[in-house]
């Protein structure tokens, strides 16, 4: 009898417990993209094989000067932002080698970088974008799931500056402006793959919204410290020019 009213104790107990977040996020059908992810698709390519640029934005593609792709120029030279060790924005943070981590939280989602060591915040709770814009480096994120597809959207990110201040949405040099709106359908492919479907609305740089496809592959490791200045003065393959 003990041991019936013990195991009875422990099973309303068990019952009773608050749900973890993961839990409750699970019965409430959303899709598991959790998990540290890295670029399965190349460093030195482009959304789309040519993005209809307009008059403003072809100006301000031939002033880019890269480290990577077919204009590849040396770093000395180049005026690309990660060279500066600015914030380069979405999608072109994507095209780093360096992985980054998902976190699922029931009112956001978090992505956190090794690139730079910063984070992103995808606000989940309803809410809109901000009434007076303030306009920032990676812009502002709001989303929401779509059965088994987190949808993102960015905006409000600071796009192109100056020769000397270059925003891009790649490493190849194709730039972006304040008005660009970044919109991210992620889902889970199967276990190991997660795929981005990518859409560029910028009317002042492209004559019309684009889309193209982002692969990740699901790596089992953590992410480490990176400093940006120390990279600078390096001879690692990703600030080589030329090199992914």
Do not use: K
């Amino acid at each position: 009898m003990i041991r019936l009213l013990t195991s009875l104790m422990l099973s309303l107990a068990a019952c009773c417990l608050p749900l973890t977040a993961s839990a409750q996020m699970a019965n409430a059908g959303v899709p598991d993209l959790s998990g540290v992810w890295q670029r399965s698709f190349p460093g030195d390519s482009s959304l789309v094989d040519e993005p209809p640029l307009t008059a403003w934005g072809q100006e301000r593609f031939d002033l880019a000067r890269p480290i990577h792709g077919p204009r590849t120029t040396s770093a000395t030279e180049a005026n690309s932002a990660e060279l500066t060790c600015l914030p380069m924005g979405f999608p072109a943070t994507y095209y780093r080698p360096r992985p980054f981590e998902i976190v699922q939280l029931p009112d956001r989602a978090l992505m956190l970088f090794e690139v730079d060591h910063f984070w992103r915040v995808i606000y989940m709770d309803g809410r809109d974008f901000p009434e007076v814009p303030l306009h920032t480096w990676n812009g502002y994120s709001i989303g929401h799931y779509d059965g088994d597809t987190l949808v993102i959207e960015t905006r409000h990110m600071i796009g192109w500056q100056g020769e000397n201040v270059q925003r891009w949405i790649d490493r190849l040099g194709h730039p972006f402006s304040d008005e660009v709106r970044v919109i991210e359908r992620i889902r889970r492919a199967d276990a190991e793959t997660l795929v981005s479907e990518v859409t560029i609305d910028d009317p002042i740089a492209y004559e019309e919204p684009f889309t193209g496809t982002l692969t990740f592959r699901l790596r089992d490791f953590e992410l480490a410290e990176f400093i940006c200045q120390e990279l600078m003065l390096s001879q690692l393959p990703e600030m080589r020019p030329g090199q992914e």
